[in-house]
């Protein structure tokens, strides 16, 4: 359910221009328990607004920012900016930058069978506050040889940082309070750092409920992606494409970014390569 809103314009010079607003009252949902009972979903707005050039010239600039806000109090925003260039009818360049900042109070972290527990049929969803950091950049290269041979080249490094932290449960199905470990119920006891950090938490203090133990799940996480395909077509009706790929990806558990240290680990990660060979041939029979 939810309500919304768009509009569009194109001005004379054709530029083009939009303006996009959601509105979502809170729901219920079935699915943020992992098959549990079902529990509330925070409401939202959402704007975006869109603005690129003339599409037909040389040089074509666009970007799509947006922002949310929920009933509990998050807040999303993300900005990219999109580059096309054309110096010549058969080269052309596109650069995509693009940052993503993103919230959430009510991500699932696990469950646990606890006989105490008795609201949720014996077992205990644990929950998190996430906030999430991406930053990344798509990059095409295109150029025509000729009608008959062509190269295309892409590459994407992509770096995402997710930091995890006052661990919660709803407190009744069907609602969207929650508590957390430590302030409002129980405790909660942090231990070590980085990959070896551990939080024992007892959900109900001096009460009859089991402690138990989570591991750090903050992450950041780096990749590159990148493609080269050359495009050769020796005769009418038959083609060759020559491909190489190659992607690398490294997972540490900072839970955010640094773009010297991520780029290091990056890099110094060892990458997979396929090469590729397809030819087809025109029998014309």
Same mark, same amino acid.
């Given at each position: 359910?939810?309500?919304?809103?768009f509009?569009?314009? %194109?001005?004379?010079?054709?530029?083009n221009? !939009?303006a996009?607003? +959601?509105?979502?009252?809170e729901?219920?949902?079935?699915?943020?328990?992992?098959?549990?009972?079902?529990?509330?979903?925070?409401?939202?707005?959402?704007?975006?607004?869109?603005?690129?050039?003339?599409? #037909?010239r040389?040089l074509?600039?666009?970007?799509?920012?947006?922002?949310?806000?929920?009933?509990?109090?998050?807040?999303?925003?993300?900005?990219?900016?999109?580059i096309?260039?054309?110096?010549?009818?058969?080269?052309? +360049?596109?650069?995509?930058?693009?940052?993503?900042?993103?919230?959430?109070?009510?991500?699932?972290?696990?469950?646990?069978?606890?006989?105490?527990?008795?609201?949720?049929?014996?077992?205990?969803?644990?929950?998190?506050?996430?906030?999430?950091?991406?930053?990344?950049?798509?990059?095409?290269?295109n150029?025509?040889?000729?009608?008959?041979?062509?190269?295309?080249?892409?590459?994407?490094?992509?770096? &995402?940082?997710?930091h995890?932290?006052?661990?919660?449960?709803?407190?009744?199905?069907?609602?969207?309070?929650?508590?957390?470990?430590? #302030?409002?119920?129980?405790?909660?006891?942090?231990?070590?750092?980085? !990959?070896?950090?551990?939080?024992?938490?007892?959900?109900?203090? &001096? *009460?009859p409920?089991?402690?138990?133990?989570?591991?750090?799940?903050?992450?950041?996480?780096?990749?590159?992606?990148?493609?080269?395909?050359?495009r050769?077509?020796? #005769?009418?009706? !038959?083609?060759?494409?020559?491909?190489?790929?190659?992607?690398?990806?490294?997972?540490?558990?900072?839970?955010?970014?640094?773009? *010297?240290?991520?780029?290091?680990?990056?890099?110094?990660? %060892?990458?997979?390569?396929?090469?590729?060979?397809?030819?087809?041939?025109? +029998?014309?029979?």
């Amino acid at each position: 359910r939810q309500v919304q809103l768009f509009g569009f314009v %194109t001005p004379l010079n054709y530029w083009n221009t !939009s303006a996009f607003w +959601l509105h979502r009252p809170e729901v219920f949902d079935d699915r943020l328990t992992r098959g549990g009972p079902v529990v509330r979903k925070a409401g939202l707005n959402y704007y975006q607004l869109s603005v690129s050039t003339d599409s #037909r010239r040389r040089l074509v600039l666009g970007t799509n920012p947006s922002i949310s806000t929920s009933s509990e109090g998050t807040h999303n925003w993300s900005g990219n900016l999109d580059i096309r260039v054309r110096p010549a009818p058969s080269l052309s +360049l596109s650069l995509g930058p693009f940052y993503d900042h993103s919230e959430a109070r009510a991500q699932y972290v696990t469950a646990l069978s606890d006989p105490t527990a008795t609201a949720f049929s014996g077992v205990r969803y644990v929950f998190a506050s996430l906030t999430q950091l991406t930053l990344g950049m798509d990059v095409r290269l295109n150029v025509t040889f000729s009608t008959r041979m062509t190269l295309e080249l892409y590459a994407q490094p992509f770096l &995402a940082g997710g930091h995890y932290y006052d661990f919660k449960e709803f407190a009744a199905p069907r609602g969207l309070a929650k508590n957390v470990y430590g #302030r409002d119920i129980g405790t909660a006891t942090v231990q070590g750092t980085g !990959s070896s950090q551990t939080t024992t938490i007892d959900p109900d203090g &001096a *009460g009859p409920a089991a402690t138990f133990t989570l591991g750090n799940p903050d992450f950041t996480f780096r990749s590159l992606r990148g493609n080269a395909v050359l495009r050769w077509e020796w #005769r009418p009706g !038959s083609t060759l494409f020559v491909v190489w790929q190659q992607s690398r990806s490294d997972v540490g558990p900072e839970g955010d970014l640094d773009f *010297g240290r991520d780029t290091r680990s990056l890099f110094r990660a %060892t990458p997979d390569n396929i090469f590729l060979v397809k030819v087809s041939y025109w +029998l014309g029979l």
